[in-house]
């Protein structure tokens, strides 16, 4: 890793946060994969303190650029964050639990808690054939991560993945764009499961893994074609 890297990432991850505040969860995912940079000898502590100051400035720096009605003080640097947002953020929070009266609410109180999050990501959000796919990929990852030598970061990706969605499924709105952000570590899930499978020898599971993919695909085109 290189200090135009962490630049960026302070850069993209103030644009997300800016975007939507609950991208902020993503953070611990940044600060674990910087934590293994220096446990495998990768990054010295002190450089990785510097990498790691350098990301936090700049992404303060985006958040004050992008998002500047979250500031209180009319400087460049305020010293407070806007009591009106925050008064905002309460007043939508009001809305959750079962008691709502707020009409969009009540749609969220007949819903189960983790079920109901779970069954329309693997439905609609990815798709039953590439859900079963993907669940298959990170049981094979997991069951033979010493013999395949998986590296850290897909297992932390595992790890991440299934604490947020957990998270979310808990949550009184389960509304489906809030999973998105685990959609690409799908793909990833799948490209490293793919990587270590050896397909001349496993022509039968190639042929599965296609009918499964062509599924897929044909999955989303019926979603797609509803409106």
Request: glycine share 6%.
């Amino acid at each position: 890793p290189t200090l135009k890297i962490f630049l960026a990432i302070g850069v993209f991850f103030g644009l997300a946060i800016s975007t939507k505040i609950s991208a902020i969860f993503f953070a611990p995912f940044i600060g674990i994969r910087l934590l293994q940079l220096i446990s495998d000898q990768t990054l010295s502590i002190k450089r990785a303190a510097v990498f790691l100051i350098t990301a936090v400035i700049t992404t303060s720096i985006t958040i004050r650029i992008a998002y500047p009605m979250l500031f209180a003080a009319e400087g460049f640097w305020p010293t407070a964050i806007n009591r009106q947002v925050i008064s905002n953020w309460s007043a939508l929070k009001a809305f959750d639990g079962k008691d709502t009266a707020f009409p969009p609410a009540l749609q969220w109180v007949p819903t189960t808690p983790v079920m109901y999050l779970l069954s329309q990501t693997s439905f609609w959000g990815v798709g039953l054939p590439l859900s079963i796919l993907t669940l298959i990929a990170a049981a094979h990852l997991w069951s033979r991560r010493k013999q395949l030598e998986i590296n850290d970061p897909i297992c932390i990706a595992l790890f991440w993945v299934v604490l947020f969605s957990l998270y979310q499924s808990l949550q009184f709105a389960k509304t489906l764009r809030y999973i998105y952000p685990v959609l690409p570590f799908f793909a990833a899930v799948l490209g490293a499961t793919f990587s270590h499978i050896e397909w001349n020898k496993h022509g039968k599971m190639m042929l599965g893994i296609g009918a499964l993919f062509c599924l897929g695909l044909w999955w989303s085109w019926s979603f797609q074609a509803i409106y």
